[in-house]
């Protein structure tokens, strides 16, 4: 390997503050991604969760790695993160669909892909900020920089597997899972560069909005799966009428 690579690693102070920067940051901001990654794995059988968890995660490094690089420049872009926003928002309304109580026993388990496409496209996304935080701690630094994304890796695995365990035993940790989802969301929103200049948005106005959008998405998931059960509930008495009219014609 490159020697000055290894020169990159010097253990003086700034060095050491740097990792410690990096570490606490990655513990600070990965239960939001792992809350994402519980819920998409929650309708998988429980054998295929771990692989869920682990192929996610390192799909979704392995983006990270590479939108590292300029994410500095993509956050000041207008729209980018006001389109994530409303993009994790949806994402919290599907997967609490898709994980709520109720649907549990009534729905068929999702495929181990549709897990991982729904982790990689919900942790970039909301990695953004994550990626910002670590490639300014690590000040150039290629050896922490990477070093700062691979250790995400293993904060977010332990952290998902906890949680998916524990959404099983305590199901309302999905509503909870939802809500932060949809505040994640609309604090992306009111921190787009265009929203911050339309409405120069005060703190108080971010916590409502983002109060709105953690309910938000709780009611919309509701409203949803309530349309979803009457219109199964319809089609099978549909098919039960248009059983019974067959057996009587019969007779």
């Given amino acids: 390997m490159d020697s000055a690579f290894f020169g990159a690693i010097s253990f003086d102070w700034n060095f050491l503050a740097s990792l410690f920067s990096i570490v606490i940051i990655d513990l600070i901001l990965a239960g939001d991604n792992a809350v994402v990654i519980a819920m998409a794995v929650r ?70 892909w549709h897990a991982v496409r729904i982790i990689v496209i919900a ?39 906890m949680l998916s365990i524990l959404m099983d035993k305590y199901p309302v940790i999905i509503y909870i899972g939802a809500a932060i989802l949809g505040k994640v969301g609309g604090e992306m929103i009111m921190t787009d560069p265009v929203i911050v200049d339309l409405i120069s948005p005060t703190r108080l106005i971010d916590y409502l909005v983002e109060g709105m959008f953690s309910l938000g998405v709780i009611i919309a998931g509701k409203l949803w799966l309530g349309r979803t059960i009457t219109r199964e509930e319809m089609t099978g008495h549909m098919m039960n009428s248009e059983a019974e009219a067959v057996v009587k014609s019969d007779e």
């Fill in 43 to 112: 309708s998988l059988p429980k054998e295929q969760r771990g692989k869920g968890i682990i192929y996610g995660s390192a799909a979704a490094v392995v983006f990270r790695v590479v939108l590292t690089f300029f994410v500095a420049q993509l956050l000041k872009m207008s729209y980018v993160k006001l389109v994530g926003g409303i993009l994790v928002t949806w994402i919290g309304v599907k997967l609490f669909v898709e994980g709520a109580p109720e649907e549990t026993d009534r729905k068929e388990a999702a495929s181990l």
């Fill in 123 to 161: 942790d970039t996304t909301m990695a953004l900020d994550n990626m910002l935080a670590v490639g300014a701690a690590s000040h150039g630094n290629l050896f922490l920089l990477l070093f700062g994304l691979g250790l995400s890796i293993p904060f977010i695995v332990f952290t998902s597997n």
